[in-house]
Antibody, heavy 119, light 106 residues
């Protein structure tokens, strides 16, 4: 059974960089697209970006200038960095696997990790 | 940017059919997906490519997509189906989620 686990600091100061890693177990990261999604407390889902195992990335235009998404196939993990964070970046951050093509949805999700932006 | 609009809430009696709509410009030309999210849990993929169900998803969940509207139908709704539901599409290299619908089973 494929499992995804997000890890990283739960508290980030304003203007600093949010960094999260998604560790994939029970399957290979190869040959799939992987995504990051966030959900502000009490609000809806927002796609952040996705990456193919080869390194090709797709990003939410509203976040693109602050985003870095990378993949490490040797460690079977992928990562997210969001720079210059503000309180509006406070959210539960999820990592997930794309079922197949990018148009086919996200079939495996991590449990999510709450990141709070506060001084 | 592309937008998907859902009704904020839908109420349904146990055993009845619930229909949740998702509206977007020429949505029928794209593949729609649907997710269920219960409080404190991660979303679960219910429908992909408009009407396909991943393994393990009950047959009472079905989807359709035509024109400007995609629809998730829950037949024989159960109390356990009370949750938030989100539609989603892939549009010009961007993932878009709908605004979400809270389904209440009365």
């Amino acid at each position: 059974q494929l499992q995804l686990q997000e890890s990283g600091p739960g508290l980030v100061k304003p203007s600093e960089t949010l960094s999260l890693t998604c560790s994939v177990s029970g399957g290979s990261i190869n040959n799939y697209y992987w995504g990051w999604i966030r959900q502000p407390p009490g609000k809806g889902l927002e796609w952040i970006g996705s990456i193919y195992y080869s390194g090709t990335t797709y990003s939410n235009p509203s976040l693109k200038s602050r985003l870095t998404i990378s993949v490490d196939t040797s460690k079977n993990e992928f990562s997210l960095k969001v720079s210059s964070v503000t309180a509006t970046d406070t959210a539960i951050y999820y990592c997930a696997r794309h079922l197949g093509r990018l148009s086919s949805g996200l079939d495996y999700w991590g449990q999510g990790t709450l990141v709070t932006v506060s001084s | 940017s592309y937008e998907l609009t859902q009704p904020p809430s839908v109420s349904v009696s146990p055993g009845q059919t619930a229909s949740i709509t998702c509206s977007g410009d020429k949505l029928g030309d794209k593949y729609a997906c649907w997710y269920q999210q219960k409080p404190g849990q991660s979303p679960v993929l219910l429908i992909y490519q408009n009407s396909r169900r991943p393994s393990g998803i009950p047959e009472r969940f079905s989807g359709s997509n035509s024109g400007n509207t995609a629809t998730l139908t829950i037949s024989g709704t159960q109390a356990m189906d009370e949750a938030d539901y989100y539609c989603q599409v892939w549009d010009i290299n961007t993932y878009v989620f709908g605004t979400g619908t809270k389904v209440t089973v009365l």
